[in-house]
C-alpha cells in the first residue's frame, strides 16, 4: 500500500537505528530530478544547541524512509564526511525547488513550486510537485511530473501537456500522473 | 543600586543570549529541498532528456 | 504477567530474608525479546538494577533473588550495558521499521518464568512479543507486521 510523504514534512525528521538511538535528524533531501529518485540526505545532530553534521546519508544505506522517522541499520550506515552530498549539491543542473518556478516547455509559468510529494515504498519516487498557482491567484495544485525536460536553480521546465493534469489534492495525484503518462507515450 | 537588580539584569541578559544561540543553531538546522545536479560538471554534453 | 501488576513488587534476597527493595521498570533486549534486568528502587537515593538471570523466582507477592550481591547501583551502568536504563521501553514511541510511529508503550505481558515478551501494549492495541528488534533511548523499534 502506497503512502504519500511531502519533502518539506522529512526535514527535521529524526534518523533513528534499529536499536532505537536517534543519531541525528534530517536537514536537506536531495534528489534526482530527472529520475525521480532519492539521492541522499544532509544531517544534523539532534537537540537545542546542535548544528549541521558533516556527514551525509546515501540513500542507498537507509533501511526505510516513513512519515515519523528514517531508519537506518546501525550508525555506520551514515558516510564519514558530507562530500557525497555536496558534489550532488554543487553539481550543475540543480537547485534549490522550493520557490524555483515550474514551466512549461512552451512558456506558460504554472507556478511557484511549494514542495515535493514523494511516493513511499521500496523504492520510493518523487511522483509530482506542489504549485502555487499564479494564474489562479494563490491556488494550489498538484502536478504529475515524470520527467522534467530541464532544471535549474530558478525553475523546472516540464512537458507542455502537464498542465492539463493537476490534482487538487494529493490523492489525486497518482491519477493524474498515469494520464500524463499516456499522453507523453501517446505524443512521442 | 541594590544589588538585586544586577542579578536580574545578569540573568536578562543570560537569557537573551542563550535564546539567540537556541535560535541560530534551529535555522543552521533548518534544511531544504534540493534537486542534485543532473549535468556533468566541466564538458557540455547536452541536455539530459 | 502484566508490568504493571509487577510494578510496586517487592524484591526479597532469599538468603537474608530481607526486602531489597521494589520493582519500578524493566529493561529488554531483543533476539529473542526478554526482559534483561529488572530495575528496583531501593532505600538508598539511586535506583539499582538486577539482571534477569538472578531471578530465582516471580512470585506473587514478591520476585525472589538469591543474594544482595545480584544488585548494581544504575548510575554505574554504561550505556552500551543490556542493563542500562536507556532500554526501559516504557512512555516510549513504537517505531515501526518502516518509518512510522504506531503509538506508545504504555505496559507489557512477559512470561515470568523466563522473561520472554509476550505483548507490547500502546494506547492503540497489541504487539506481539516477538515482533521486538531493539529499545533505545529514543524509541521502541518493532519489525512490521507479516
Known amino acids: 500500500m502506497s503512502t504519500y510523504l511531502r519533502a518539506r514534512e522529512i526535514r527535521e525528521e529524526p534518523v533513528v537505528t534499529l536499536a532505537g538511538e536517534d543519531i541525528a535528524q534530517v536537514k536537506d533531501i536531495v534528489f534526482d530530478p530527472m529520475r525521480g529518485t532519492l539521492t541522499c540526505f544532509t544531517l544534523s545532530g539532534r537537540g537545542l544547541l546542535a548544528g549541521p553534521l558533516k556527514r551525509a546519508l546515501l540513500w542507498k544505506k537507509v533501511h526505510a524512509l516513513g512519515p515519523d522517522a528514517v531508519m537506518v541499520r546501525d550508525g555506520k550506515a551514515l558516510e564519514e564526511d558530507d562530500q557525497a552530498a555536496r558534489e550532488s549539491i554543487d553539481a550543475p543542473g540543480g537547485g534549490h525547488v522550493i520557490g524555483a518556478r515550474m514551466m512549461t516547455e512552451d512558456g506558460t509559468v504554472l507556478g511557484t513550486i511549494t514542495d515535493v510529494i514523494i511516493e513511499t515504498g521500496k523504492a520510493p519516487q518523487v511522483i509530482g510537485y506542489e504549485v502555487v498557482s499564479t494564474a489562479q491567484t494563490g491556488r494550489t495544485l498538484f502536478l504529475p511530473v515524470i520527467k522534467p525536460s530541464s532544471v535549474s536553480e530558478e525553475m523546472v521546465v516540464v512537458p507542455a501537456c502537464t498542465a492539463d493534469f493537476s490534482a487538487g489534492d494529493v490523492v489525486g495525484l497518482p491519477a493524474a500522473a498515469e494520464g500524463l503518462r499516456r499522453r507523453l507515450e501517446q505524443e512521442t | ?49 | 504477567m502484566l508490568l504493571s501488576s509487577a510494578q510496586g513488587r517487592a524484591v526479597v534476597a532469599v538468603s537474608t530474608a530481607e526486602q531489597l527493595g521494589t520493582i519500578t521498570a524493566v529493561t529488554l533486549a531483543p533476539s529473542p525479546p526478554h526482559i534483561s534486568a529488572v530495575r528496583l528502587k531501593t532505600r538508598g537515593r539511586h535506583g539499582h538494577v538486577m539482571a534477569w538471570s538472578n531471578v530465582h523466582s516471580f512470585g506473587k507477592d514478591a520476585l525472589t533473588v538469591r543474594s544482595v550481591e545480584a544488585l548494581k547501583p544504575e548510575n554505574e551502568l554504561g550505556s552500551d550495558e543490556e542493563a542500562h536504563r536507556s532500554h526501559d521501553p516504557l512512555g516510549k514511541p513504537v517505531l515501526v521499521e518502516t518509518g512510522e510511529c504506531v503509538g506508545t508503550i504504555e505496559d507489557l505481558d512477559f512470561d515470568e518464568t523466563d522473561g520472554r515478551i509476550r505483548a507490547l501494549f500502546t494506547a492503540e492495541g497489541e504487539i506481539p512479543g516477538d515482533r521486538l528488534i531493539g529499545v533505545g533511548s529514543y524509541a521502541v523499534i518493532v519489525q512490521r507486521p507479516e
Not at chain 2, 3 to 27: D, K, P, Y
Request: net charge positive.
Open chain 2, 1 to 49: 543600586m541594590d544589588w538585586w537588580i544586577w542579578v536580574v539584569i545578569g540573568l536578562a541578559v543570560l537569557a537573551a543570549v542563550a535564546s539567540s544561540v537556541v535560535a541560530v543553531q534551529a535555522r543552521r538546522r533548518s534544511g531544504d529541498v534540493i534537486a542534485g545536479g543532473t549535468r556533468p560538471r566541466g564538458g557540455r554534453k547536452g541536455r539530459q532528456t
